[in-house]
C-alpha cells in the first residue's frame, strides 16, 4: 500500500501511484502487474511513448516476465502473462480482453490531459469494467516544472524510502492541475519519441 494511500475515496476513474524516481515507478509497475496474474487478472501495460516501450520491452526480458504483446492477443491468447502496447494502440486491441478482468497500468501520464481523456473515453467504451491505474515520477518533466521539487523534500522529510509510493487523491489533483498548465502553454503540438523530447519541443522554460 501506497504512502498516504488512506482517505481514498471515489473521486476520478483512475488511480496515481508516484514514486521519487522513473526506474522505481516502473518496477512497481511490472510487480504489480505480476501480483494482477496471481489474483487472475489480466495485466495490460500501456505507455505514451516510442521510448518508454522500448525500456518496457527490455525490462520485462531483463526481469523473465512472460509477456506477449497486446497486438498478439488473438494469435497467442493464454493466460498468466502481461499484455503490454503503446496507449494509442489499445483501443484496438482491448475489445478482445472485454470478457476478462483487466486491469489497465499506464507508465505515466500524457502531458495533455484533454488528449489523455479523449484516449480514455474510448478505453472505457470497448472494456468498461477495467481498472486504470499511472504510475508516475518525481523525476519527469512536468513534475520538475511544476511542484516536483515541493513534494520530493516532503517526502524525504516524511522518511519515505524508495519503494515507496504515493497514492492518494491530493496527490491526482496536484497531478492534474500541474498538466492543465502545461497545456495552457501548448499552441501546435509538435510529436515526439519521449518525455522529455516531448516537452523540449511544445513548452518554454518558465
Not at 481514498?8 to 502487474?33: C, Q
Not at 520485462?60 to 492477443?73: F, H, R, S
Not at 500541474?178 to 509538435?190: I, P, Q
Request: charged share 25%; with cysteine; proline share 6%.
Amino acid at each position: 500500500m501506497g504512502l498516504f494511500s488512506f482517505f481514498k475515496s471515489a473521486g476520478p476513474a483512475y488511480t496515481d501511484r508516484v514514486w521519487k524516481t522513473t526506474g522505481m515507478a516502473l518496477r512497481g509497475m511490472i510487480t504489480d502487474a505480476m501480483l494482477a496474474i496471481r489474483q487472475k487478472q489480466a495485466p495490460v501495460v500501456l505507455c505514451y511513448f516510442e521510448d518508454e516501450f522500448v525500456r518496457i520491452t527490455q525490462f520485462l526480458a531483463e526481469k523473465g516476465v512472460p509477456a506477449v504483446p497486446l497486438q498478439d492477443y488473438k494469435a497467442a491468447k493464454q493466460d498468466g502473462v502481461v499484455w503490454f502496447a503503446t496507449s494509442w494502440s489499445a483501443p484496438d486491441f482491448l475489445p478482445a480482453l472485454k470478457n476478462e478482468p483487466v486491469t489497465l497500468l499506464f507508465f505515466g501520464h500524457y502531458p495533455l490531459p484533454s488528449k489523455e481523456n479523449t484516449l480514455l473515453e474510448k478505453i472505457r467504451a470497448g472494456i468498461p469494467t477495467a481498472s486504470i491505474v499511472f504510475y508516475s515520477s518525481l523525476d519527469e518533466p512536468s513534475f520538475k516544472m511544476f511542484g516536483g521539487e515541493r513534494l520530493t523534500n516532503m517526502m524525504n522529510n516524511m522518511g519515505m524510502k524508495e519503494d515507496e509510493a504515493i497514492e492518494h487523491r491530493m496527490v491526482t489533483a496536484s497531478m492534474k492541475r500541474a498538466r492543465e498548465k502545461v497545456e495552457s502553454m501548448v499552441r501546435n503540438e509538435l510529436p515526439a519519441a519521449s518525455g522529455a523530447e516531448w516537452f523540449s519541443k511544445n513548452v518554454k522554460p518558465v
